[in-house]
């Protein structure tokens, strides 16, 4: 049971990555489509390059989105209008007149009871006609348009034109009064202008109620193809009535293999189909990547980022409207490119774009511009600088991305006219979220530890704080890191490792002496040593204090942790010999504790801290030699590197005995140029 117990607490690492992997793939299988593909592919006014189709089962032929576009307009331009008539209001508005001509008959002013009647009759007769009100009509309204208008509890359908506004009505009395040469006093005449008012109105609620049933009732299918019957054949233009018969066949299918009896077997595919995509990848990083698979931190970074994209990809499908070429796909290279290489970049963004263009239609031609894009990203990010080049690139992204639809819409529609501008204007929005790459950067840095090769050419900036103070006060160390990280690079850059970064750690490696610059003998120029009157023990202390001092100093000024492993490592668990060996001579009788004059390490654990070591001592040590020989610069370069060796320096850092032998030719060729040494050739 304890061995159990060793062995699974041994597999952690282990455990924590093969689950990490499952959760990742089952985010990405649950996400995709239930329904299965269509396996033929087919685009309007390219030929059928399948063997002949025939239809498996029965099914009805979808319209054309023109047809269904057409049938929409024609609803919203003829959709009969709605209003109401209230005979409350001409009900009341008549009583009110009846008892104001009642009132005027008593007056000094007679009307004759015939006149009365008269006046209501003619006033009932305009009511019943109807008084519209048209404020709330958005649109104007012919006068020969039909409308239906509610009367009594009933829908009957007129014309606009027989209903009238209160200046018609109005006018129809004024008329009918001089028609009948007896024209009333203005007081009746004022009562009966008064009386009318609007009766019938516009109910927008039931015009918009009915217009709404007759599009949600539209039919979006004509017409129906028997089982067996001949969709297209082989080399056949695929023109608009076959591509809608094509379309509605894919359709039916997808829709078919996502019910009950078959999505069993859907869902294994998608099983075995992303798990494929995340072996091929584990498998890149194992052969390799192995010191990214190595760490956790790492690969929680990768499959973050890599199921995030490729769930935003499948989003389309769940979000209407939602143009998958506005998505900043471009992202995902630029992001890992920033703490990685070109090529571990190209290669998971190649395999999440094939995964994303499973659930896509136009499969080809997405891939094909994604991947093109993403691809020329990563190389215009290869000499990164500043982050300002990102700005650069992302209007290199949208060039490609036209570029590339372009080329598509040419073959496929013979001219360039054809270009959707929405996939324009989509290019440039997704060439403008990739900028969000410059905070994400940032955010992944903070949260990982991570330290991308923008920054490191930021903090590789002399014109830095800490660097400028090293150059002002401690010249000489200055001048030693330069050509420390002048080695160290290009060393690094055969061997394969990280330049950029083995060059900032270098340019850092030594930041402690600013605590005590004369005690270093780069910085002594008036030839005195303030180690002559200190004891050997306490010059040691001194000379180790400077790793302590240098790890304090990059905290305090907030030097990513990566960088500070240069300055504890570049000494590592070595001795200060010099004044080891001078306490042996003047104790020769007591027992000298090494301990006293021994670096506290950690030793090297990466080939860049390993070959900063190497550089380290390589240089300080040559500025000791009396004479700048081919030989004595080998002789110095072999002794000092094989001596770190011994002591097992670079036991734990991933570094070959090639790769040593490769750094001692660069030391050495570099430190004869600094020197001027001339090549001895043999003597024929």
């Known amino acids: ?31 995709l489509p239930k329904e299965g593909k269509f396996k033929y592919d087919f685009q309007q006014g390219k030929p059928w390059l399948h063997e002949n189709l025939y239809a498996p089962f029965d099914f009805a032929v979808l319209k054309s989105n023109e047809n269904l576009l057409n049938e929409k307009a024609e609803i919203e331009n003829n959709s009969s209008l709605y209003f109401n008539q209230f005979d409350s209001i001409s009900g009341l508005a008549i009583s009110n ?15 004759s009871l015939e006149k009365r009647n008269y006046s209501l009759k003619k ?30 509890g009933h829908f009957e359908e007129i014309e606009f034109g027989d209903l009238l506004s209160i200046k018609e009505a109005i006018l129809e009395l004024q008329l009918d009064s001089v028609s009948s040469n007896s024209q009333s006093p203005s007081n009746i005449q004022n009562e009966l202008i008064n009386a009318i008012q609007h009766n ?40 608009e009535e076959i591509y809608w018969k094509l379309t509605s066949l894919k359709q039916e299918f997808e829709h078919s293999k996502g019910d009950d009896s078959s999505i069993y077997f859907v869902t294994v595919g998608k099983v075995i189909f992303v798990s494929l995509i995340f072996f091929v990848l584990v498998l890149f990083l194992g052969v390799f990547r192995q010191n990214i698979l190595n760490v956790n931190n790492r690969v929680v970074f990768i499959l973050i980022t890599f199921t995030s994209v490729v769930l935003m990809g499948i989003a389309p499908l769940y979000i209407e409207d939602l143009n998958i070429y506005l998505l900043p796909f471009c992202i995902l290279p630029i992001v890992i490119k920033a703490f990685y290489d070109e090529i571990m970049a190209a290669f998971i963004y190649i395999l999440a774009m094939i995964l994303i263009g499973f659930s896509v239609p136009n499969a080809f031609e997405f891939v094909y511009i994604e991947i093109l894009a993403g691809l020329i990203a990563v190389f215009s990010l290869v000499n990164l600088k500043k982050r300002s080049q990102l700005l650069g690139t992302a209007g290199i992204i949208f060039v490609t991305y036209c570029t590339a639809h372009l080329s598509i819409m040419i ?108 005690f270093f003998i780069e910085n002594q120029v008036s030839g005195f040593n303030p180690h002559d009157d ?19 100093l990059a905290k305090k000024h907030n030097l990513p942790e990566v960088l500070i492993d240069f300055i504890r490592t570049h000494h590592g668990t070595s001795q200060v010999k010099y004044f080891l060996f001078k306490e042996k001579e003047e104790n020769p ?21 390993a070959v900063l070591m190497m550089a380290d001592s390589c240089e300080a040590a040559s500025r000791s030699l009396k004479t700048y020989t081919a030989e004595s610069v080998n002789k110095l370069i ?43 050739y043999p003597k024929g």
């Open 1 to 31: 049971m304890k061995n159990l117990f060793l062995k699974i607490q041994n597999s952690l690492d282990v455990i924590f990555k093969a689950l990490l992997l499952a959760v990742c793939a089952a985010l990405i299988i649950y996400a």
């Open 97 to 111: 007149l009846r008892k104001s001509l009642e009132d005027s008959i008593g007056s000094d002013i007679i009307l």
């Open 123 to 152: 006033v009932k007769a305009i009511y019943s006609a109807g008084i519209v009100q048209t404020i709330e009509l958005k649109n104007d309204v012919h006068t020969n348009q039909l409308i239906v208008i509610q009367r009594n």
């Open 200 to 239: 019938v109105f516009y109910d927008a609620n039931k015009t918009g109620a009915v217009k709404q049933s007759k599009l949600e009732n539209i039919i979006n299918t004509h017409g129906k193809i028997e089982r067996s019957e001949l969709i297209v054949a082989k080399g056949e233009l695929i023109n």
């Open 411 to 518: 073959m496929q529609e013979g001219t360039w006219h054809n270009i959707e501008l929405n996939n324009l204007y989509a290019f440039g929005g997704a060439a403008t979220l990739t900028l969000l790459s410059y905070p994400l950067i940032y955010v992944f840095e903070k949260i990982f530890g991570f330290l991308s090769d923008v920054t490191l050419m930021e903090l590789s900036d002399t014109n830095s704080t800490l660097l400028r103070n090293l150059a002002t006060k401690t010249p000489g160390t200055f001048q030693h890191s330069m050509q420390v990280a002048n080695l160290a690079e290009i060393a690094i850059q055969k061997i394969g490792g990280n330049p950029l970064l083995v060059r900032t750690g270098a340019l850092y490696h030594d930041i402690g002496k600013l605590e005590a610059p004369q």
């Open 534 to 552: 200190l004891e050997p023990r306490e010059s040691a202390r001194i000379i180790i204090n400077h790793v302590i001092k240098g790890v304090e």
């Open 589 to 609: 009788h007591q027992e000298i504790d090494a301990s006293n004059f021994s670096y506290p390490g950690p030793i090297p654990f990466s080939k860049e801290t």
């Open 638 to 680: 072999d002794g000092i590197i094989d001596g770190q060796a011994k002591e097992g320096q670079f036991a734990n850092a991933d570094i070959t005995f090639k790769d040593i032998t490769t750094i001692k030719s660069i030391f050495k060729k570099m430190l004869l140029n600094i020197y001027h040494v001339r090549v001895e």
